[in-house]
């Protein structure tokens, strides 16, 4: 069995020394209490922190991502960034298609195909992340939407390669109100039948949406559910570590 990740997406949070002194505190933590033994973690900081929190693990097992990049390898985009841009500043994974940015900043999934492209061009691995509002829940959408917003990748030739998928319902987004257990093995039994059919059976599926200390051991033991994406509780040392911990021992349950 593969290790569970966890993967802290900071969002629009963290001036540069906020964030170096949390790097610095979360693998302070995991190499005490050896951690990355069974858990593979990525910190996604805001772009102009990427490279403090690069420096703040170099040498340790925690990855860098990032929270988005552009659809396009070059050129006169003004203010955006490629993703052969962040990979050269030391980043391994990228989030993509995150509901902020499929709400506030319409993307759509013609982008975020395009998106994913540029990502593996420049080897590094994307996380997409796809969930249903709750008007789509409450409508009995949640089957079609998380379908369709896997079209894309699942018809695509690089499928095989190495992607990550996270479930975000985005009700539970930022809500403190997280899915519950049931509706969480519904969703990732669904989506884990999609991938293998597609020959994408190496693909983890995360769960993401109020993840907190309290309720992780419950999530991770959940069947399919490969990890977690985490926003407010990956903000503070003792939260993030303590998640990172229920994931470990979720793992050494299971195995
Ligand atoms: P949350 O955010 O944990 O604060 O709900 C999760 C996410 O947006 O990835």
Same mark, same amino acid.
Request: zero cysteines; a negative charge; charged letters at 20%.
């Given at each position: 069995m593969s290790l569970p990740l966890v993967v802290g997406n900071?969002?629009?949070?963290?001036?540069v020394w906020q964030a170096r002194e949390l790097a610095r505190g979360i693998r302070q933590h995991i190499e005490l209490h050896h951690f990355d033994r069974s858990v593979r973690i990525v910190l996604c900081p805001p772009f102009v922190n990427l490279t403090a929190v690069a420096e703040e693990l170099a040498g340790s097992s925690i990855d860098v991502g990032a929270q988005n990049c552009w659809? @396009?390898?070059?050129?006169?985009?003004?203010g955006e960034i490629s993703a052969a841009m962040l990979r050269a500043i030391g980043c391994r994974y990228v989030l993509i298609g995150h509901s902020e940015r499929r709400t506030l900043?319409? @993307?759509n999934d013609a982008m975020i195909a395009e998106k994913l492209l540029r990502a593996w061009e420049a080897e590094l691995v994307p996380i997409l992340c796809i969930g249903e509002t709750l008007q789509q829940r409450q409508l009995n959408q949640t089957w079609n939407v998380v379908e369709n917003q896997l079209r894309g990748i699942l018809s695509c030739q690089e499928r095989s390669k190495k992607w990550v998928c996270a479930y975000e319902p985005v009700w539970a987004i930022g809500t403190g109100i997280a899915a519950e257990a049931e509706q969480i093995k519904e969703v990732h039994e669904f989506i884990r039948l999609l991938l293998n059919g597609r020959g994408c059976s190496h693909v983890p599926i995360l769960y993401g949406g109020s993840i907190t200390p309290e309720n992780a051991s419950v999530i991770f033991s959940v069947q399919n559910v490969s990890g977690g994406l985490v926003g407010g509780a990956s903000l503070r040392v003792e939260s993030f570590v303590a998640i990172i911990e229920a994931a470990a021992h979720a793992y050494r349950t299971r195995s």
């Open positions: 900071w969002k629009m949070n963290t001036l659809t @396009e390898p070059y050129g006169a985009f003004t900043f319409h @993307e």
